[in-house]
C-alpha cells in the first residue's frame, strides 16, 4: 500500500481512526514532496503529532514545472473579478516569458491538531479569525517578543474596502511590514471535488485569504499572496492542511529553497506548542464577560453628569497646581 493510500484509509474511516491518539506537536519534518501524503513515513510522523512542511520557490525555465496544487490556490479567489477589484494580475504560467518575470513561492503543511475545549473546525470563520487576539496570537507564536499591532477598522485612518479584512503591522529592528488580507469561506464541495487541493481527502471546511491593498493602482513586487487552510473533524480532534502561495518579482529562488536547512525547530516547536495552549484555553464565557463589562464601562461613562465631570477636571487642576495632585 502507498504512504498515500495508507493515510486516506485512516483519515476517510473514522471509526478506524480513533484508536490513533492526538497529541501536542512533537516537531516539523521538511517533506522532499509537495504532496506530503507521498511521504515514506507520512502517517508515523503525523500520529506521532510531528508536522510535516515542504517549502519550495521556482522561477526562470522552472516556472512551468509549477505543482497543480499551487496554480489552484492562485486562481482561487472570493472576488468576482480579482483584477478589477483587487489589482491582481492574471499570470499565464504555460507562457514562459510571461511566467518567467515571477518568482513563486509554496509553502504547504499537514498535522493532526488534539481537540479543544470549545472550538471546533467550524469556529475558524472568517470573522473570528479577523479578531484581534486571534490575529496577534499567529504572529507571535513563533517569536512573542515582536511587535505586532493589528489594526482595528475605523481607527487611525483604516476603512477596510472588505468585509472580513484584518490588517497587521509588524515591527521588526529596522523596518515596519504591513499586510492585510481579506477571508472567506471557500464552498467545501467544490475543494473536494478537486483532487489537486483536496489530495482524495473529504474536508470539512475551507478558509481562504488572499492579500488585498487600500490602493489596488499601487504596485510592488507582490503579485499573488494567498492561503488556503482545509480542516477535517474527528471525535478526538481534527486534521489540519495549509497551502500558503505567493508570486513575487524580486526574490530569488535560492534564499527561500535553502530555508529549511537554517529554521531553528526548537523556536518552531514552542511557536506551535503556544497556539496550542492558546486554542484550548479559548473560552467563550469569558468571551461573554468580557464583553458585558466593556458594555458596562461604556453604559457608566455615558451616564454620568457632564457637570460632575467637570467638577473633577477642574479640581485636578487646582490641586496640581498646589502641588497635591490626586485624580478623584
Not at 19 to 39: C, K, M, S, V
Amino acid at each position: 500500500m502507498s504512504p498515500k493510500n495508507a493515510v486516506l484509509k485512516i483519515v476517510n474511516n473514522e471509526v478506524e481512526f480513533q484508536g490513533i491518539p492526538f497529541r501536542p506537536t512533537q516537531g516539523h519534518i521538511w517533506a522532499d514532496h509537495f504532496n506530503l501524503l507521498d511521504e515514506p513515513n507520512a502517517l508515523k510522523e503525523l500520529t506521532e503529532g510531528n508536522v510535516l512542511n515542504h517549502v519550495k520557490a521556482v522561477s526562470g525555465s522552472e516556472i512551468c514545472k509549477l505543482p497543480t496544487t499551487a496554480r489552484c490556490v492562485i486562481e482561487m479567489t472570493g472576488f468576482k473579478d480579482e483584477t478589477k477589484e483587487n489589482g491582481v494580475p492574471k499570470i499565464n504560467f504555460d507562457n514562459k516569458s510571461e511566467a518567467s518575470n515571477y518568482t513563486v513561492v509554496m509553502t504547504k503543511m499537514i498535522t493532526f491538531r488534539e481537540k479543544w475545549k470549545y472550538l471546533t473546525v467550524h469556529s475558524f470563520t472568517p470573522e473570528f479569525v479577523c479578531r484581534q487576539d486571534y490575529a496577534r496570537m499567529v504572529v507571535n507564536c513563533l517569536d512573542p517578543s515582536l511587535d505586532v499591532k493589528v489594526w482595528i477598522p475605523g481607527k487611525d485612518g483604516w476603512v477596510p474596502k472588505n468585509e472580513f479584512t484584518e490588517r497587521i503591522t509588524v515591527k521588526h529592528t529596522i523596518r515596519k511590514v504591513t499586510n492585510q488580507g481579506r477571508y472567506v469561506q471557500m464552498d467545501i464541495d467544490m475543494i473536494n471535488a478537486n483532487d489537486a487541493i483536496s489530495e482524495g481527502i473529504k474536508w470539512d471546511t475551507a478558509l481562504l485569504r488572499e492579500r488585498t491593498k487600500q490602493n489596488i493602482e499601487k504596485k510592488d513586487s507582490v503579485a499573488v499572496m494567498k492561503k488556503l487552510v482545509l480542516r477535517k473533524a474527528f471525535k478526538n480532534g481534527c486534521l489540519e492542511m495549509q497551502i500558503d502561495v505567493v508570486a513575487d518579482r524580486t526574490i530569488y529562488s535560492w534564499m527561500v529553497n535553502n530555508a529549511p536547512g537554517i529554521v531553528d525547530q526548537e523556536k518552531v516547536k514552542d511557536g506551535a506548542e503556544r497556539l496550542r495552549r492558546w486554542l484550548s484555553d479559548w473560552d467563550p464565557s469569558k468571551e461573554c464577560n468580557l464583553k458585558q463589562e466593556k458594555e458596562n464601562a461604556e453604559r457608566t461613562r455615558d451616564s454620568k453628569d457632564p457637570l460632575e465631570e467637570k467638577y473633577h477636571k477642574i479640581r485636578y487642576m487646582v490641586n496640581s497646581v498646589f502641588g497635591k495632585a490626586k485624580d478623584t
